[in-house]
T-cell receptor, first 117, second 111 residues
Framework: DAGITQSPRHKVTETGTPVTLRCHQT?????MYWYRQDPGHGLRLIHY???????DKGEVSDGYSVSRSKTEDFLLTLESATSSQTSVYFC????????????????FGPGTRLTVL | TQLLEQSPQFLSIQEGENLTVYCNSS?????LQWYRQEPGEGPVLLVT?????EVKKLKRLTFQFGDARKDSSLHITAAQPGDTGLYLC???????????FGTGTRLKVLA
């Protein structure tokens, strides 16, 4: 257990409304990630963070923004939700950086199932 | 854009059979990870390989990293119903800590 929680676990919203998903970790890891998972696409990186206020885009960042004002929380915001953003969203943290190449391991949260009607 | 293609996409086999899942890319990766994911949960790391040609074994699972570090395979011997799940490969690039995930292979092992 890497001490990762996601909230909410399920959400149904309407097109055009803003939505914020929260990822919380208890172990002060530097790297945090947001992925979305859709059938046939595996996991796709939305945004990631390498420290407080340090974030970068992933491969599917359009329509999403993130914030990290403290180490333990990484927020994902859909400014105006669309039906194409219906998905399962996973947060992850990275452990093992100090051990060198091959020792880095991502630990994933339980996921948030978001439905945009 | 880096892509990782997995094959097959779906696999349904009888208990006791052997199987191989492939993960292929045109890009070179510094590390290749394999995860298993069960319904309603996040992926869990099985193994990481970092050296071209490397082979790692985890009980009945054998993982291999291609010599050119562009592809990998996962071989399961004598599959069991407990092996059922979604298998994902992920490629890492040195220094960036960004990971590209494959498209996934959904395995079902029938008793």
């Amino acid at each position: 257990d890497a001490g990762i929680t996601q909230s909410p676990r399920h959400k149904v919203t309407e097109t055009g409304t803003p939505v914020t998903l929260r990822c919380h970790q208890t172990e002060n890891h530097r790297y945090m990630y947001w992925y979305r998972q859709d059938p046939g696409h595996g996991l796709r990186l939305i945004h990631y963070s390498y420290g407080v206020k340090d974030t970068d885009k992933g491969e599917v960042s359009d329509g999403y923004s993130v914030s990290r004002s403290k180490t333990e929380d990484f927020l994902l915001t859909l400014e105006s939700a669309t039906s194409s953003q219906t998905s399962v969203y996973f947060c992850a943290i990275l452990k093992g950086l100090a051990g060198g190449l091959g020792t880095d391991t991502q630990y994933f949260g339980p996921g948030t199932r978001l439905t945009v009607l | 854009t880096q892509l990782l293609e997995q094959s097959p996409q779906f696999l349904s086999i009888q208990e006791g059979e052997n199987l191989t899942v492939y993960c292929n890319s045109s890009s070179v990766f510094s590390s290749l990870q394999w995860y298993r994911q069960e319904p309603g949960e996040g992926p869990v790391l099985l193994v990481t390989v970092v050296t071209g040609g490397e082979v790692k074994k985890l009980k009945r699972l054998t993982f291999q990293f291609g010599d050119a570090r562009k592809d990998s395979s996962l071989h399961i011997t004598a599959a069991q119903p407990g092996d059922t799940g979604l298998y994902l490969c992920a490629g890492g690039s040195s220094g960036t800590y960004k990971y590209i995930f494959g498209t996934g292979t959904r395995l079902k092992v029938l008793a």
